[in-house]
T-cell receptor, first 112, second 110 residues
Framework: GAGVSQTPSNKVTEKGKYVELRCDPI?????LYWYRQSLGQGPEFLIY????????DSGLPNDRFFAVRPEGSVSTLKIQRTERGDSAVYLC??????????FGEGSRLTVL | QKEVEQNSGPLSVPEGAIASLNCTYS??????FFWYRQYSGKSPELIMS????GDKEDGRFTAQLNKASQYVSLLIRDSQPSDSATYLC??????????FGTGTRLQVFP
């Protein structure tokens, strides 16, 4: 596609539920990043993939968060047992090796 | 803990003035520095990158880097109301991920 595509754009869920957020990067981009942005804050790094493998997952806040990229393209961020504090905009970005990060429009998650 | 610090603002400047946005970072090994612009409700977009000490100019934007002082700034000349946005400073160290500051909100008034 022309840009990074994220779905859903908005997700409202109840505390304790499971959520999946999807990211489709720019075609040919080998690197894929997940960030989380709360209101009034800068993007907070979660995890970075180079190809299929997670090169750096040091930003995942706890074991309720998990991400996969099984074929080196589309990635899914999975959040188990959601909490109200998980409410944020989840941003995905992709880049070619050493190149500029291009961000998607984000998935806004609201946990009630 | 690697940190990137910015004044959250808002920074208010009149149309036509120079807006000066500042950023400091904690990790001395950082090699790449970026300024992103983020309009309200939108995703960040890259406006400037800088890798070596000194100034880098692109149109109305000038990025300045001083690695000894661990300081990077962005100057916007002839500020326009359309420049009103949050400006995010980001630093890339040797781990290939960007660390962002909290952003500075810029308001350009007519």
């Amino acid at each position: 596609g022309a840009g990074v595509s994220q779905t859903p754009s908005n997700k409202v869920t109840e505390k304790g539920k499971y959520v999946e957020l999807r990211c489709d990067p720019i075609s040919g981009h080998t690197a894929l990043y997940w960030y989380r942005q709360s209101l009034g804050q800068g993007p907070e790094f979660l995890i970075y993939f180079q190809g299929t493998g997670a090169a750096d997952d040091s930003g995942l806040p706890n074991d309720r968060f998990f991400a996969v990229r099984p074929e080196g393209s589309v990635s899914t961020l999975k959040i188990q047992r959601t909490e109200r504090g998980d409410s944020a905009v989840y941003l995905c970005a992709s880049s070619s090796l050493g190149g500029e990060l291009f961000f998607g429009e984000g998935s806004r998650l609201t946990v009630l | 803990q690697k940190e990137v610090e910015q004044n959250s603002g808002p920074l208010s400047v009149p149309e036509g003035a120079i807006a000066s946005l500042n950023c400091t970072y904690s990790d001395r090994v950082s090699q790449s520095f970026f300024w992103y612009r983020q309009y309200s409700g939108k995703s960040p977009e890259l406006i400037m990158s800088i890798y070596s000490n000194g100034d880098k100019e692109d149109g109305r934007f000038t990025a300045q880097l001083n690695k000894a002082s661990q300081y990077v700034s962005l100057l916007i000349r002839d500020s326009q109301p359309s420049d009103s946005a949050t400006y995010l400073c980001a630093v890339n160290d040797n781990t290939d991920k960007l660390i962002f500051g909290t952003g500075t909100r810029l308001q350009v008034f007519p």
